[in-house]
C-alpha cells in the first residue's frame, strides 16, 4: 500500500494522505475511549455478560462517533480541504463504531478470524490502489475514499461474524456504569493516541506536507512493526485478565511467569530490529520509495526502530497493568507522557524536523516503558529481567554484527549478512544448553 502511494503520488499528496490517515487514526482513538480493552477485560472475566457489554460499547461509540465527524471535518476543512472531501472523509469514523465485535474474538480466543477478515480488506484496497495506479488516475482524494470504504466494508464483515457469536444487549441499564469504569483507561487512550500521532500534526503546521512525507516513510515501517507487540496483547491481554482476577499464589506466579515470557519473545523481533536498523535503513528506504525523494527518511527510521524495541516492552507491560486493575496509574503514566512528548516535539520538530519527531517518540516510548515495568513489578512482583531475555539479546548481537560487517557490499548482502549473524547467535544458545 505505501509503496503504491509513495510512488503514485506526489511526496507532498503522499505527506497529505499521512495526514489524514494519522487524523482518522487519532479519532478512532477518542471514539473507543477505552472501551474495547475494558471490554475485553470485563468479558474474559464474566463471559455471560458479554452481550451487555458489546450493547454498551456500540451505544456509546455511536454517540461519541457524531462528535468525531464535526471533528474530523473541521480539522480537514482548516487544512485546506474541501468541503464535499472533508465532509466523505470525515464518514469514516462512523466505521470504527463496529470494533466491539472484534473484542468478542478476542476474548473467545478467535482473533485469527477479524485478522483474516482486514487482511482481505487491505489485500482489497491493494489491489484497488495498483488498478488506478496502473491506469495513471490514482489522485490523493481518490486514494483516501478508497481506504475509507475497503475499511467499511472490513468492519462490516467483521460485525457480521461477530453478531453470530454474541447478541448485543440492551446498553441502557449499564451504560453510565460502564463509562465511569472505563473513564480513566479512556483518558488513558486518549493521551497515549495523543503522543502517538501529535508529531504528524506538529511537522503538518510547522514545515509543511514534505516533511509529513519524509516522516511517514520511516513512521509507515514502524507502524507495520508495532503490529507484532499489537497483535500479540490482543490473543495475550484475556489471558493476563484471567490471572490478575484470582487472587491465589499460583494464578500470580503464572502471571508473572506469563509476563516473562511474553517478554523474551517479543524482544526475539525488537532487539534484532534495533540492532541492525543503522546498517540496513538506507537500503530499507531506497527499497521501498522513490530515489532522490526519501533519504531524509533513514535516520528518523533508527530511531524508530528503537522505539520499536521500547515499544514490545511498553505494550505488554502497560497493558498488564491495565489487567491488574491499575488503569488509574496507566492514565498517570500517558498524562506525563503526552506532556513530555508535547513539550519535547515543540523544540524538536521546527529545529530537526522528522529526526526530531523520531528521537521524541523514542523517548517517548522509553518513559513509557520504564513507568509501566516498574508498575507491573510494585502491582504483581513480576519483573521482565530473567533468562528469558537472553537468546533475544544473543541473536540481536550476532544479527547486528552481521549486517554491519556486510554493509560495504550493499543491501542485500546487508541482510544474508544479519540472516547468517543471527544463525551464529542461535548455534552458541544451542551450544549453551
Same mark, same amino acid.
Given at each position: 500500500?505505501?509503496?503504491?502511494? %509513495?510512488?503514485?503520488?506526489?511526496?507532498?499528496?503522499?505527506?497529505? $494522505?499521512?495526514?489524514?490517515?494519522?487524523?482518522?487514526?487519532?479519532?478512532?482513538?477518542?471514539? #473507543?475511549?477505552?472501551? #474495547?480493552?475494558?471490554?475485553?477485560?470485563?468479558?474474559? *472475566?464474566?463471559?455471560?455478560? @458479554?452481550?451487555?457489554?458489546?450493547?454498551?460499547?456500540?451505544?456509546?461509540?455511536?454517540? /461519541?462517533?457524531?462528535?468525531?465527524?464535526? +471533528?474530523?471535518?473541521?480539522? =480537514?476543512?482548516?487544512?485546506?480541504?474541501?468541503?464535499?472531501?472533508?465532509?466523505?472523509?470525515?464518514?469514516?469514523?462512523?466505521?470504527?463504531?463496529?470494533?466491539? /465485535?472484534?473484542?468478542?474474538?478476542?476474548?473467545?480466543?478467535?482473533?485469527?478470524?477479524?485478522?483474516?477478515?482486514?487482511?482481505?480488506?487491505?489485500? =482489497?484496497? !491493494? %489491489?484497488?490502489?495498483?488498478?488506478?495506479?496502473? @491506469?495513471?488516475?490514482?489522485?490523493?482524494?481518490?486514494?483516501?475514499?478508497?481506504?475509507?470504504?475497503?475499511?467499511?466494508?472490513? $468492519?462490516? &464483515?467483521?460485525?457480521?461474524?461477530?453478531?453470530?457469536?454474541?447478541?448485543?444487549?440492551?446498553?441502557?441499564? *449499564? +451504560?453510565?456504569?460502564?463509562?465511569?469504569?472505563?473513564?480513566?483507561?479512556?483518558?488513558?487512550?486518549?493521551?497515549?493516541?495523543?503522543?502517538?500521532?501529535? #508529531?504528524?500534526?506538529?511537522?503538518?503546521?510547522?514545515?509543511?506536507?514534505?516533511?509529513?512525507?519524509?516522516?511517514?516513510? @520511516? $513512521?509507515?515501517?514502524?507502524?507495520?512493526?508495532?503490529?507484532?507487540?499489537?497483535?500479540?496483547?490482543?490473543?495475550?491481554?484475556?489471558?493476563?485478565?484471567?490471572?490478575?482476577?484470582?487472587?491465589?499464589?499460583?494464578?500470580?506466579?503464572?502471571?508473572?511467569?506469563?509476563? *516473562?515470557? &511474553?517478554?523474551?519473545?517479543?524482544?526475539?523481533?525488537?532487539?534484532?530490529?534495533?540492532?541492525?536498523?543503522?546498517?540496513?535503513?538506507?537500503?530499507?528506504?531506497?527499497?521501498?520509495?522513490?530515489?532522490?525523494?526519501?533519504?531524509?527518511?533513514?535516520?528518523?527510521?533508527?530511531?524508530?526502530?528503537? %522505539?520499536?524495541?521500547?515499544?514490545?516492552?511498553?505494550?505488554?507491560?502497560?497493558?498488564?497493568?491495565?489487567?491488574?486493575?491499575?488503569?488509574?496509574?496507566?492514565?498517570?503514566?500517558?498524562?506525563?507522557?503526552?506532556?513530555?512528548?508535547?513539550?519535547?516535539?515543540?523544540? %524538536?520538530?521546527?529545529?530537526?524536523?522528522?529526526?526530531?519527531?523520531?528521537?521524541?517518540?523514542? &523517548?517517548?516510548?522509553?518513559?513509557?516503558?520504564?513507568?509501566?515495568?516498574?508498575?507491573?513489578?510494585?502491582?504483581?512482583?513480576?519483573?521482565?529481567?530473567?533468562?528469558?531475555?537472553?537468546? &533475544? +539479546?544473543?541473536? @540481536?548481537?550476532?544479527?547486528?554484527?552481521?549486517?554491519?560487517?556486510?554493509?560495504?557490499?550493499?543491501?542485500?548482502?546487508?541482510?544474508?549478512?544479519?540472516?547468517?549473524?543471527?544463525? !551464529?547467535?542461535?548455534?552458541?544458545?544451542?551450544?549453551?544448553?
Amino acid at each position: 500500500m505505501t509503496l503504491i502511494l %509513495a510512488r503514485a503520488l506526489t511526496k507532498s499528496d503522499f505527506g497529505r $494522505y499521512a495526514f489524514v490517515a494519522t487524523l482518522l487514526a487519532l479519532l478512532n482513538a477518542a471514539i #473507543d475511549f477505552g472501551g #474495547d480493552l475494558i471490554g475485553a477485560r470485563e468479558m474474559s *472475566r464474566t463471559p455471560e455478560g @458479554a452481550g451487555g457489554v458489546v450493547g454498551v460499547l456500540l451505544a456509546q461509540k455511536a454517540l /461519541f462517533a457524531l462528535g468525531g465527524w464535526v +471533528i474530523a471535518f473541521a480539522v =480537514l476543512l482548516g487544512a485546506g480541504e474541501t468541503a464535499t472531501f472533508s465532509a466523505l472523509t470525515a464518514l469514516a469514523v462512523f466505521v470504527y463504531v463496529l470494533s466491539p /465485535f472484534e473484542v468478542v474474538f478476542q476474548v473467545k480466543l478467535e482473533s485469527g478470524v477479524p485478522v483474516a477478515l482486514h487482511a482481505i480488506e487491505r489485500l =482489497l484496497f !491493494v %489491489a484497488l490502489l495498483g488498478a488506478f495506479a496502473a @491506469a495513471g488516475s490514482l489522485t490523493f482524494e481518490r486514494a483516501v475514499l478508497l481506504f475509507v470504504a475497503t475499511t467499511g466494508a472490513g $468492519y462490516a &464483515a467483521v460485525s457480521i461474524a461477530g453478531a453470530r457469536r454474541v447478541k448485543p444487549g440492551a446498553p441502557a441499564p *449499564r +451504560i453510565g456504569a460502564f463509562l465511569f469504569l472505563q473513564t480513566p483507561q479512556g483518558i488513558a487512550s486518549l493521551a497515549a493516541a495523543a503522543y502517538y500521532y501529535l #508529531d504528524t500534526f506538529y511537522l503538518r503546521f510547522f514545515r509543511g506536507t514534505d516533511d509529513v512525507a519524509t516522516y511517514a516513510a @520511516a $513512521y509507515r515501517i514502524y507502524s507495520f512493526g508495532v503490529l507484532i507487540p499489537g497483535m500479540t496483547m490482543q490473543a495475550l491481554f484475556p489471558v493476563l485478565s484471567a490471572l490478575a482476577h484470582r487472587a491465589d499464589d499460583e494464578s500470580r506466579e503464572r502471571f508473572a511467569a506469563t509476563y *516473562r515470557e &511474553a517478554l523474551g519473545k517479543l524482544l526475539l523481533v525488537g532487539l534484532p530490529a534495533l540492532a541492525t536498523a543503522p546498517a540496513l535503513a538506507p537500503g530499507v528506504i531506497g527499497l521501498l520509495f522513490p530515489k532522490g525523494g526519501y533519504e531524509g527518511a533513514v535516520v528518523p527510521l533508527v530511531w524508530l526502530a528503537a %522505539a520499536f524495541a521500547v515499544e514490545c516492552v511498553g505494550s505488554l507491560s502497560s497493558h498488564s497493568v491495565v489487567a491488574l486493575d491499575g488503569q488509574m496509574a496507566w492514565m498517570r503514566t500517558t498524562l506525563l507522557a503526552l506532556t513530555f512528548n508535547a513539550l519535547g516535539n515543540l523544540v %524538536a520538530i521546527p529545529r530537526f524536523g522528522p529526526t526530531g519527531a523520531a528521537a521524541m517518540t523514542f &523517548a517517548t516510548e522509553a518513559f513509557v516503558a520504564v513507568a509501566c515495568v516498574l508498575r507491573v513489578r510494585a502491582m504483581s512482583g513480576a519483573t521482565p529481567f530473567s533468562r528469558e531475555l537472553r537468546p &533475544a +539479546i544473543v541473536l @540481536a548481537i550476532g544479527a547486528g554484527a552481521g549486517s554491519l560487517a556486510a554493509l560495504p557490499f550493499g543491501f542485500p548482502i546487508g541482510l544474508v549478512g544479519a540472516a547468517l549473524g543471527a544463525g !551464529v547467535g542461535a548455534l552458541v544458545l544451542r551450544i549453551g544448553r
